[in-house]
């Protein structure tokens, strides 16, 4: 067989990820006289490897994740106070295996969403499915939907491993509608022991108000309360700082 004849069967064969490195590692072997088990244990993980970063980044796509944060360009001098252990802790996702909660409180711009999807990211990377959700558009979103896509949507929300909910209450009073959908994602959720992340910058004991009513209020938090992390952010907005510093910047280059 020629190379090119190789690389075929290899792409007959689905081995895309030896067939594309194939050249450089026959190169390689050349090169060097490498024993054969060497350059085929090379191929071997080059094929390995391609379906790994394939997999996650399908399993990215699949969460909507719109970007990805790590908590490695995190700066935690920025706001001393943040729980910079409960963070990290989060970030082992043990707490997803313990189909555990985590609420994220605090006041905008303190890095709320960043750490949430550093840590959805995260499981992503190791083989969780993910589903990232700005809670009020898409509960907007959700309610114009016909009756089988909310069927579809709603298995969207209840079967991944993590649900992220982000900024709940944003616009603080959300339709019944939209509560409705909430209590039952977290019921379901909850009989099913899968984790879900919430942040908001409203505070817990503010919820009831914006439900139809106490009782509702009530019932949701039990269930999102009862295995569950508190993670409180308190500090200044980073989105300030940075718009501090673009101005600071213009202002220097028009002087
Ligand atoms: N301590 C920090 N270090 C680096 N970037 C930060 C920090 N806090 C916030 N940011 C950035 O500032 C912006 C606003 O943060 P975000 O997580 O959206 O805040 P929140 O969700 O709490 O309103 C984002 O771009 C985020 O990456
Ligand atoms: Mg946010």
Not at 90 to 101: C, S, V, W, Y
Not at 112 to 140: C, I, M, N, P, W
Not at 183 to 212: E, F
Request: aromatic share 8%.
């Amino acid at each position: 067989m020629s190379i090119n004849e190789i690389e075929r069967a290899l792409r007959e064969l689905r081995l895309s990820g030896i067939a594309d490195t194939l050249n450089t590692r026959v190169m390689q072997a050349q090169s060097s006289q490498q024993p054969f088990l060497e350059t085929l244990a090379a191929m071997l993980q080059d094929e390995i490897d391609r379906r790994h970063s394939r997999l996650s980044e399908r399993r990215f796509k699949h969460s909507r994740l719109d970007e990805r944060p790590t908590l490695v360009d995190f700066d935690w001098r920025f706001n001393p106070k943040l729980p910079r252990q409960a963070c990290f802790e989060l970030h082992t996702l043990k707490f997803i295996g313990e189909g555990a909660n985590a609420l994220i409180i605090g006041k905008p711009g303190t890095g709320k969403s960043h750490v949430a999807k550093a840590v959805a990211y995260q499981a992503t990377l190791h083989g969780h499915d993910v589903r990232y959700v700005e809670a009020d558009t898409e509960f907007a979103r959700f309610a114009l939907c016909n009756a089988q896509e909310q069927a579809a949507l709603m298995r969207a929300y209840v079967e991944p491993d993590l649900l992220v909910l982000d900024d709940l209450f944003l616009a603080r009073r959300i339709s019944d509608a939209s509560a409705e959908l909430l209590q039952s994602i977290v019921h379901q959720r909850y009989k099913r022991r899968a984790s879900i992340v919430v942040t908001s910058n409203r505070i817990v004991q503010d919820w009831g108000k914006y439900l139809r009513d106490a009782t509702m209020g009530t019932t949701i938090l039990d269930r999102l309360m009862h295995r569950c992390v508190m993670l409180e952010f308190e500090g200044k907005s980073y989105r300030l700082k940075e718009a501090a510093a673009r101005i600071a910047l213009n202002a220097e280059a028009s002087a």
